[in-house]
């Protein structure tokens, strides 16, 4: 069953003003369009991999978790039976609510799959960004954690941890802030001379938070986020990327280039040339200028059409040509180069001497005409992590869609109205359901004759997010019973309110029951730094 099976609403209207494309990630925007995101952003279908995906979660499923950033490098890893991770955090500014359980339960399935979960808390954001106390912050962290133990995390299995507490993560903070910079901070997250260092501080904390699993092992990560917090996950990609040792490409001659469109040109040359190459002819960086031009009446075998079809036309064939044309006679041959950006010299000789096969030692980079990109990268990683570097894996993201407020509009923890708390009374939660804004229509006999509006519906969110569980065939039947006019919103609102309570007092039953668990955590409670 895919996402078209069961649909899921964009979660909401945009709030007034809001730009749906502003990822904020501590703004209140929230996305009126997915699809944007795709174009504007790239980040992919979720659809597009789902069939990778062993056992896929009911959020996958259905189309709640809607888009990813390379996450098939998680996919293959979990594939493959080797080492992957997952991390998220969780800024403890009130109760958690129904919307964090996505996240408790796609960390707790990733741990499920066999992968190194982490849960960590977000305190040091939470007092620099929002400004709670410290007495606020225990208060609401223990609830967090133990609502995610309650619904299956293993802390025996996985890492919990406070921000402010994990001197190895700040450690590694301060290790990236030295690759960070204010015009970054700038044009990622809108900060400007207003804006106090701590805020900044603890944005390089949560880069330390998402590449902090890899301290023990390179490997790939996953971050669960909704898209508000996909500037985060990119960060830390770039930053993953600056501090690594090494960077692999592939190349076609001595020189470099400056773009992947300039390296598009010379491979769409080379493969043009290799067909009309007679055997034992060597093609050279001349033939390719030739070829670029058009001229080709002293290269006779060589295919004579210009090349005009390959991503962004000529402005890389116009930066590439002089390139060309300044090597001359030096041979066109693909190989894999390697890019000395941090390494030290030690590190860089060690390269050198593991690199087997026919290989070409410049200042600056190798290169090697044997080994294919994969085995490329993964002897860089190998090198840099042998010699004191941290290898890192670019981290990768999945996001969900952002639910509905029962009230319409956004969920959030600071209106009460809008959310169900795992911590509300079961009663509570029955009754707020019972209040819960509908997509059905103005009569009865108006809902039967038009069908109703699941779609616009914070009702059959509760369904598709929560109460129908791992159960598709409930959910579809809500959907189309709800559409085709069957299911009357007053019947609706009922049986997911009973739901909503039998969930409730499952839930805070298990909290009773992890409360000994927690104390048996080596999470700090209470902090120190509370006065």
């Known amino acids: 069953m895919t996402g078209d099976d069961i649909p899921a609403t964009d979660g909401g209207t945009d709030t007034d003003g809001a730009d749906s494309l502003a990822l904020d990630p501590w703004g209140s925007s929230t996305v009126s369009d997915y699809r944007k995101l795709f174009e504007e952003f790239g980040i992919e279908s979720f659809e597009d991999v789902l069939a990778d995906v062993p056992n896929p979660h009911y959020l996958m499923r259905r189309a709640i978790i809607f888009g990813h950033r390379d996450y098939r490098r998680v996919l293959e890893a979990m594939r493959d039976d080797e080492p992957f991770a997952a991390l998220s955090g969780f800024m403890p500014t009130g109760d958690p609510h129904i919307g964090h359980k996505m996240v408790f339960d796609e960390i707790i399935w990733h741990q499920e799959q066999g992968g190194d979960a982490t849960a960590l808390i977000a305190d040091l954001e939470a007092h620099s960004a929002r400004g709670l106390s410290w007495a606020e912050i225990d208060e609401h962290a223990r609830d967090y954690l133990l609502s995610l133990l309650a ?16 001197r190895e993560v700040q450690d590694l903070a301060f290790e990236l802030g030295i690759e960070a910079n204010f ?19 603890s944005v390089v904390t949560q880069m330390a938070d998402i590449l902090g699993p890899q301290l023990d092992e390179p490997k790939p990560t996953v971050v669960p986020v909704g898209p508000d917090q996909d500037p985060h996950v990119r960060f830390a990609r770039d930053l993953a990327a600056r501090t690594r040792y090494f960077g692999v490409t592939e190349a076609y001659a001595s020189f470099e280039v400056s773009s992947d ?3 598009a040109v010379l491979r769409d040359a080379y493969e043009r040339l290799s067909e009309r190459a007679p055997e034992g002819t060597t093609i050279r960086c001349l033939h390719a200028a030739q070829l670029l031009e058009g001229g080709l009446d002293a290269v006779e075998w060589a295919d004579p059409a210009p090349l005009d079809d390959v991503a962004d036309g000529g402005d890389a064939e116009a930066t590439v040509l002089p390139k060309l044309n300044n090597a001359g006679m030096e041979p066109l041959r693909p190989r894999v180069r390697f890019l000395d950006r941090n390494a030290t010299e030690e590190a860089f000789e060690a390269l050198i001497d593991a690199v087997e096969g026919e290989k070409r030692v410049f200042e600056g980079h190798v290169d090697s005409f044997d080994m294919d990109r994969a085995d490329a990268e ?14 890192f894996v670019p981290p990768s993201g999945i996001y969900h869609r952002f639910m509905t407020g029962l009230t319409g509009g956004k969920m959030s923890s600071s209106v009460p109205a809008s959310h169900i708390s795992l911590l509300d009374d079961p009663e509570t939660g029955y009754e707020k359901v019972k209040a819960a804004t509908t997509g059905g229509r103005q009569s009865a006999e108006e809902q039967r004759e038009l069908g109703g509006e699941p779609d616009d519906c914070p009702v059959y969110e509760l369904y598709a997010y929560l109460l129908a569980a791992d159960d598709d065939a409930f959910a579809e039947r ?3 019973e709800c559409r085709n006019g069957e299911r009357l919103c007053g019947d609706c609102k009922e049986q997911a309110a009973e739901l909503m309570r039998e969930f409730l007092a499952e839930h805070q039953e298990k909290r009773a029951e992890v409360e000994e668990l927690l104390a048996e955590t080596d999470i700090e409670l209470e902090s120190p730094r509370r006065r």
């Open 183 to 201: 015009s970054e901070f700038q044009s990622i997250y809108g900060f400007d001379g207003e804006t106090d260092v701590s805020h900044m501080q």
């Open 378 to 391: 993964e002897l860089a990683r190998e090198v840099e992590v042998d010699h004191g570097g941290y290898g």
């Open 261 to 263: 469109a300039e390296r």
């Open 478 to 480: 809500v959907y189309e």
């Open 151 to 166: 619904l299956g995390f293993d802390p025996e299995e996985g890492t919990l941890y406070r921000q402010s507490e994990d």
